[in-house]
């Protein structure tokens, strides 16, 4: 527990401190498809590090330090681009975690950055709810559980047994996409 509230400090902070300056200038069709391209040759490089990179292969292994890193690499995830699991997950291999540790840690830090962003935005939108509103936000919140439940379930086994690889080369070209489309003025992103 202690180590989840480590690694979720990082993200938290910077992105209360910072938030404001990234959508200002960072939510563009060119820093979007850069970081995509860029990230994936982050993915690359950690997929072919040698396993003798790995020392820690349980999260009962992970030190305050380890939680600390994981924290300051998922806080890249404030730059639009950048996946927060992919940036953890991947993070965390770089950092000598196991994929599976990896992987589960990664799921262990979603749960309060999901709920403080869900709650931030709540609190920048209070005034435009009404008590009207709560049934249909108690409902929309039990269904994207459920269904985020299923999802990251098989989403973490399919990660334990597979590598990151096709999603980098997906990333390199997508990013390609985006960025000779807004150049040639093919597709208008929205900024």
Partial sequence: ?????????????????????I????????????????????????????????????????TPLDALKVGLAQSLALVPGTSRSGA????????GL???VATDFSFFLA???????????????RHNLSAADAPVLLV???????VAWVVVRWLLRYISTHNFVPFAWYRIVFGIVVLVTAWT??????E
């Fill in 1 to 21: 527990m202690l180590n989840v509230l480590i690694g979720f400090l990082p993200a938290a902070v910077l992105g209360v401190l910072f938030s404001k300056a």
């Fill in 23 to 62: 959508k200002a200038h960072l939510f563009t069709p060119t820093v979007v498809a850069t970081t995509f391209i860029l990230g994936a040759f982050v993915i690359l490089w950690a997929e072919r590090r040698p396993a003798s990179t790995v020392r820690i292969h349980s999260v009962d292994e992970l």
């Fill in 88 to 95: 953890t997950i991947i993070g965390g291999m770089l950092f």
């Fill in 98 to 100: 196991s994929r599976q």
């Fill in 111 to 125: 749960i309060p950055v999901l709920i403080g962003a869900s709650l931030y935005s709540l609190w920048k939108e």
């Fill in 140 to 146: 929309g919140t039990v269904v994207s559980f459920l």
């Fill in 185 to 190: 003025g093919v597709v208008t992103w929205a």
